[in-house]
């Protein structure tokens, strides 16, 4: 959730109060599933009489709307119903209707304010008289599924922070969100009810238990500022324990911009390209140094502190700001990143393929499924890959020194061509989890990377960690 202080909050709803018992909750989808149904009978009855054509046209404007509202809907709940339709949005190009991925992805930055009443009610219960202590701004600086950030100055020390407050109930309400989702895709009929499905499921239910414990993140949080505090390409918030628990928490306010802001478009393309290798370099430290990821692309999960021109020693700096959705990788899994990564940047097919050896997934594809594959992960590791030695980049994605050009790569639109056919000639399984959890990662490293306009060094990427 970002300090970006360019985008104001107070044009969104604000909501008086969450429905956070199960019952509230059960009745509230009930409602949107009601509303639903009777929209459907409406549009089916007053289309009767159109043409195909006139009809079809009709019926994705219809459901384009149902999408939206249905989206407005669960981001008035928040919580954990949001965080899986935010996952859904990321896979949904291949288990949803456009209509409703693109609307599921307006979850992740335009769910409703919690109103300051509610959350000073809670900020009292956590701290009781040590609230006394802090000057509170009343107007959220950030919004999400799970809590509501808000800054605040220590009154004796001056110190600026910021407050991650937990919206009441949450925590409570996981296990029955999780259960309300998915009668709502059985009903829908959305997304094939799958052995593969109910393990995925069940790893949201253990993820997000460990997320709503801010004591996990706190640890976390400082395991990364020290892992990154000699580096002057990052900037991670330091924890302040005096108002941190379970339920909230107090970190340092880091200032910056969002990615997408009009102020980092108009710096040089050297600098632009810095910041790029910065986000990539982070990841791949992530995956092959530490063993743990931040799985979460949300861009309001960074900022671009940018340097102060009248400073010669000053350096634009990538702000880490959430570290709520870690995750940990094991060897194996590992072992099988590290032969992906080097198969990917020697190009090498036969290479892929037989780094793809260790997980029922791949172990039980057919050889033409898995030579497929294999050419689609060829492609997804287009931009890691040595430029010498890879002759299927397009000449327009790279520049005189050979770094890649991530906004002339339409990488994204192609990998999904590619999947596509590649998945036509099997039924469609869920990957595995773990699997997934990465290339949520990388596909937002992607969209970063093109709304930077950066170019990038595959060698400096990669060679470190072969």
Same mark, same amino acid.
């Given at each position: 959730m970002a300090n970006d202080t360019s985008k104001p909050t107070d044009n969104k709803q604000s909501i008086d109060s969450l429905k956070t018992s199960g019952f509230e909750r059960r009745m509230s989808i009930a409602k949107t599933s009601?509303?639903?149904?009777?929209?459907?009978?409406?549009? %089916?009855?007053?289309?009767? $009489?159109?043409d195909k054509k006139a009809r079809s046209a009709r019926n994705q404007v219809f459901m384009e709307a149902q999408a939206n509202y249905v989206a407005q809907e669960l981001g008035k709940l928040k919580g954990s119903v949001v965080k899986i339709g935010q996952m859904l949005a990321m896979y949904g190009e291949h288990v949803l209707p456009p209509e409703?991925? #693109?609307?599921?992805?307006?979850?992740?930055?335009?769910? !409703?304010?919690? !109103?300051?009443?509610?959350?000073?009610?809670?900020?009292?219960?956590?701290?009781? %008289?040590?609230?006394?202590?802090? /000057?509170?701004?009343?107007?959220?600086?950030?919004? !999400?599924s799970l809590a509501q950030v808000h800054r605040a100055t220590v009154i004796a020390t001056g110190e600026d922070v910021v407050l991650k407050i937990q919206y009441p109930g949450v925590a409570d309400a996981i296990d029955s969100d999780?259960?309300? *989702?998915?009668?709502?895709?059985?009903v829908s009929n959305a997304v094939p009810q799958?052995?593969?499905?109910?393990?995925? $499921?069940? /790893?949201? #239910?253990?993820?997000?238990?460990?997320?709503?414990?801010?004591?996990i993140e706190a640890a976390t949080t400082e395991r990364f500022y020290q892992r990154l505090a000699n580096d002057p390409r990052y900037s991670v918030p330091k924890i302040n324990r005096d108002y941190s628990s379970k339920y909230l928490l107090c970190m340092s306010y880091e200032a910056g911009v969002s990615v997408a802001s009009e102020t980092l478009k108009l710096l040089p393309n050297e600098r632009r390209s810095a910041i790029g290798q !910065?986000?990539? /370099?982070?990841?791949?430290?992530?995956?092959?140094?530490?063993?743990?990821?931040?799985?979460?692309?949300? *861009?309001?999960n960074y900022l671009v502190r940018i340097a102060d021109e009248n400073d010669p020693q000053a350096q634009d700096k990538l702000v880490l700001l959430d570290f709520g959705a870690i995750r940990q990788f094991d060897t194996q899994l590992l072992t099988i990143a590290h032969g992906l990564l080097r198969a990917g940047y020697h190009h090498d097919h036969q290479a892929m393929r037989t780094a793809m050896t260790g997980y029922d997934f791949f172990d039980s594809m057919s050889d033409k499924v898995s030579s497929d594959i294999a050419t689609l992960f060829l492609l997804a590791t287009e931009p890691f890959s040595n430029p010498d030695t890879n002759p299927d980049i397009p000449s327009n994605c790279l520049d005189h020194s050979k770094r890649y050009i991530w906004a002339n790569?339409?990488?994204?639109?192609?990998i999904s061509a590619r999947a596509q056919r590649a998945m036509q000639s099997f039924e469609f399984n869920l990957p595995p989890k773990e699997f997934m959890f990465i290339s949520r990662k990388f596909i937002g490293a992607y969209t970063f990377l093109t709304v930077l306009d950066a170019h990038t060094d595959s060698n400096k990427l990669v060679k470190p960690f072969l």
């Open positions: 009601l509303n639903i149904g009777r929209r459907w009978a409406g549009n %089916s009855v007053s289309g009767m $009489f159109l409703i991925t #693109r609307a599921l992805q307006t979850l992740n930055d335009d769910t !409703a304010i919690l !109103a300051w009443p509610k959350i000073e009610q809670t900020l009292r219960r956590t701290l009781g %008289s040590k609230l006394d202590e802090l /000057e509170v701004n009343h107007t959220p600086i950030g919004t !999400a999780l259960a309300l *989702f998915r009668r709502l895709l059985k799958t052995r593969a499905l109910d393990t995925w $499921f069940e /790893e949201i #239910r253990d993820l997000l238990h460990v997320e709503v414990d801010y004591t !910065a986000a990539i /370099e982070i990841m791949m430290q992530e995956i092959f140094v530490w063993g743990e990821m931040q799985t979460d692309p949300n *861009f309001g790569s339409k990488l994204h639109s192609r």
